[in-house]
C-alpha cells in the first residue's frame, strides 16, 4: 500500500499566490496584467515541504525493482491517454488540433485546448512544440511535448517507476482506431512504444478500450481492431494477466450518453472475450448498482458478467467532503463484487477543470488534499483488489499527475494548485 501513499505524496505540494490568473492580453506573447509576478516559496512553505522530505527519506520501504505481471490484485494503475497529437499535429494542445496555440491568433479555432503545462525541463528536445506563448521573466518559448516523438513514453514510465506506480491501463479510443490513417498510426506507435518502455522500467500495461463516440458497430470494431494491432501484444512479458487471462478494460458499458452499447451486444462481447481467455474489466457509471444518476437501467447483468468493476469517479463528487458522503456506496460496492468473486477497482482523481463545458477549476486540489482523501479512504476500504488513478496524462482537463510548470499560469486561479519545489523535487523524494 506505500506505493499509493507515495504517489498521493506527488501532490502534496506548496501553496501558491491565489492572484495569479491567466490572462489574454499580452504584449508580443507576454502578459502584462497585473498581478501576475513570478511564484515565490514563503519560509512556512519551505519548512513544510523539508519536513516532508525528510519523513519520506526516513522511511526503509523500497520498491520492487520489475512488477509482478501475472496478477492484477493490489495493482496501483493509472490511466495513460498518450493522446497528445493524435489526429493532427497539435491535437489536444488547440481546439482544431492544427495550428500551434497562440496568444494573438483571434480564431478560437486556434487557442490553446488544455488547463495546465507540464513541467517540459525533462523531455528530449525532439519531442518538444513551440507554443506562440512565453514564459513570463525571461520571455522564453512555451513548449508542450509531441507524444509519439521518441523518448516521450519511455520517460513517462521511468516517472511511473519513480512514483512508484506500477503501471498504466493504456487507452484506445474506438472512434480513432476503426480506420487506417494517423490516428490508428499514433495509438498504434503509442502501444508498441509502452510495450518498449514496460519491458525497459520494470513496469506493466493493458488495454483499456474508450467507447466514447463509438458507433453501434462498437462490439465489432473492438473485434477488427484487437484481432490485427493488439493482441499480438497480450502475450508480451510486461502485458498485465490475471491467473494467466490478459487483462482488458473497456469504457462505457451500461453509462449514460453511451446507449449504442445494448444489454444484449455488452454481453456478447464480454462473454466472447472471456470464452478467448481474457479478464475482462468494466469501467462505466459510479451508479452501477442503482442503474440511477449516470447509469442506465437494465444492465445489472452486464456488470455481473464482468471480471472486475471499476467505477468511473471523476466528476462525481467535487471535494473532500462531498467524497466522504459517498463512502458508504464505495463500501456497498466492494462488498458486492467480493460476494461474487468479482474484482473491484476504486478511482482516485487529483482535480478538474474543463473550460469547454465552462467548468473552469471545477473540482479544486486543494494542494492535493482532495486526492488524498481518496487514497486514504481507499486503502481503508474492504473488498478492494486493485486500485486506478485518472488520469497520468490528460493535461486538457487538469486531471493529471504530471508536474505543473511553476511558471506558466492556469487559467484558474493556482490557489487549487499542482505546483511543487520546481525541478521534479516530490518525485525525486518518492522515487528515493
Not at 210 to 223: E, N, P, Q, V
Not at 263 to 285: C, E, H, K, T, W
Request: proline share 4%.
Amino acid at each position: 500500500m506505500w506505493n499509493l501513499i507515495l504517489i498521493a505524496a506527488q501532490l502534496l505540494i506548496v501553496g501558491v499566490d491565489a492572484s495569479r490568473f491567466w490572462c489574454h492580453k499580452f504584449e508580443d506573447g507576454q502578459c502584462i496584467a497585473p498581478g501576475d509576478a513570478g511564484l515565490t516559496l514563503t519560509t512556512e512553505d519551505k519548512a513544510k515541504m523539508s519536513a516532508f522530505v525528510k519523513a519520506v527519506l526516513s522511511s526503509s520501504w523500497q520498491r520492487p525493482q520489475v512488477v509482478n505481471s501475472s496478477t492484477i490484485r493490489n495493482k496501483v494503475l493509472a490511466g495513460y491517454q498518450g493522446w497528445a497529437g493524435a489526429r493532427g499535429t497539435w491535437d489536444h494542445w488547440t481546439n482544431d488540433g492544427q495550428m500551434a496555440p497562440s496568444a494573438t491568433d483571434p480564431d478560437v479555432n486556434h487557442w490553446e485546448h488544455f488547463e495546465m503545462i507540464p513541467q517540459m525541463g525533462e523531455y528530449p528536445l525532439g519531442a518538444l512544440q513551440a507554443t506562440g506563448f512565453k514564459y513570463h521573466g525571461n520571455g522564453s518559448v512555451v513548449n508542450v511535448y509531441a507524444n509519439a516523438a521518441e523518448g516521450v513514453v519511455d520517460l513517462h514510465f521511468q516517472w511511473m517507476k519513480d512514483y512508484g506506480m506500477d503501471g498504466v491501463l493504456l487507452q484506445r479510443f474506438i472512434s480513432d482506431v476503426i480506420n487506417p490513417g494517423k490516428g490508428l498510426d499514433h495509438f498504434n506507435t503509442i502501444l508498441a512504444q509502452a510495450d518498449a518502455a514496460a519491458a525497459k522500467h520494470g513496469r506493466t500495461y493493458a488495454i483499456m478500450y474508450d467507447m466514447s463516440g463509438a458507433a453501434s458497430t462498437w462490439d465489432t470494431d473492438i473485434d477488427a481492431d484487437f484481432v490485427s494491432h493488439v493482441k499480438n501484444y497480450t502475450s508480451s512479458e510486461r502485458y498485465l494477466k490475471e491467473k494467466g487471462r490478459p487483462v482488458v478494460c473497456i469504457f462505457g458499458l451500461g453509462l449514460v450518453d453511451h446507449a449504442q452499447a445494448t444489454v444484449d451486444s455488452s454481453l456478447r462481447f464480454i462473454r466472447s472475450m472471456q470464452a478467448n481467455g481474457f479478464y475482462v474489466i468494466g469501467s462505466g457509471p459510479y451508479y452501477w448498482r442503482e442503474g440511477t444518476h449516470d447509469a442506465l437501467p437494465g444492465y445489472s447483468g452486464v456488470f455481473t458478467a464482468f471480471d472486475a468493476i471499476m467505477p468511473w469517479s471523476v466528476g462525481r463528487y467535487s471535494s473532500a467532503l462531498d467524497f466522504r458522503r459517498l463512502g458508504p456506496l464505495v463500501e456497498a460496492d466492494a462488498a458486492l463484487t467480493q460476494s461474487r468473486g468479482q474484482g473491484y477497482a476504486p478511482i482516485a482523481f487529483p482535480g478538474y477543470s474543463y473550460r469547454d463545458t465552462n467548468k473552469i477549476n471545477f473540482i479544486k486540489r486543494y494542494a492535493g488534499q482532495f486526492f488524498r482523501a481518496q487514497i486514504d479512504a481507499y486503502l481503508n476500504t474492504s473488498g478492494v483488489s486493485f486500485y486506478y488513478i485518472a488520469m497520468f496524462d490528460e493535461v486538457h482537463a487538469d486531471c493529471t499527475l504530471l508536474d505543473l510548470d511553476l511558471e506558466w499560469i492556469s487559467i484558474a486561479p493556482l490557489a487549487r494548485p499542482n505546483a511543487g519545489a520546481g525541478g521534479h523535487r516530490h518525485l525525486q523524494v518518492c522515487r528515493e
